[in-house]
């Protein structure tokens, strides 16, 4: 068992000064902060013990203060962490927002544009109709023609009789 001094005390006692030692507590108890077995203390007064006790307390609360102080240490590097984090959220959220305006604005740019194109097809289906049409009218124009030709004799004169065109 390895012995560790904690010290030494001075204790009034009702007859005399009486030192004593605290070397009786064990490195391993001292490690663990426990109090030396009661046992080992027989024959001490009373202050004597308590003045031991009172060192053992001393520096369990001693031990107690670091470790509460390296917690909250470790609280505020936590909080300074999440400060940053939730500083990060933000502007990810904002950017977001953003990012959801213009895509708004690009899809109702795209409706419009899908509604023109609805509209543009429309047309064409109408024109195509129309050019259909023509193109019947045509065949019978130009079939008119032909039965014409094929049948009579035409001649077209400008304004002072001059013959322009013969057909037979």
């Known amino acids: 068992m390895a012995v560790v001094a904690l010290g030494a005390v001075a204790c009034q006692n009702s007859s005399s000064t009486e030192k004593v030692s605290t070397e009786k507590v064990s490195a ?23 003045a031991v006790m009172m060192i ?58 899908a509604n023109e194109l609805i509209i543009i097809a429309k047309e064409l289906k109408l024109e195509i109709k129309r050019s259909d049409e023509l193109i019947i ?3 019978a124009v130009s079939d008119y023609k032909y039965a014409l030709d094929q049948s009579s004799s035409v001649s077209i004169t400008d304004t002072e009789g001059v013959i322009k065109h013969a057909a037979r």
């Open 28 to 50: 391993s108890q001292n490690e663990k902060n426990i109090s030396p077995p009661m046992d080992d203390m027989n024959g001490w007064s009373e202050a004597s013990k308590m």
């Open 56 to 113: 053992i307390a001393n520096k369990e609360l001693s031990f107690q203060t670091k470790e509460k102080k390296n917690r909250a240490d470790e609280l505020i590097i936590a909080k300074k962490e999440l400060n940053f984090q939730t500083k990060e959220k933000k502007k990810r959220a904002d950017e977001w927002q953003i990012a959801n305006t213009e895509l708004k604005f690009q899809n109702k740019e795209k409706r419009k544009r």
């Open 137 to 139: 009218a045509y065949k």
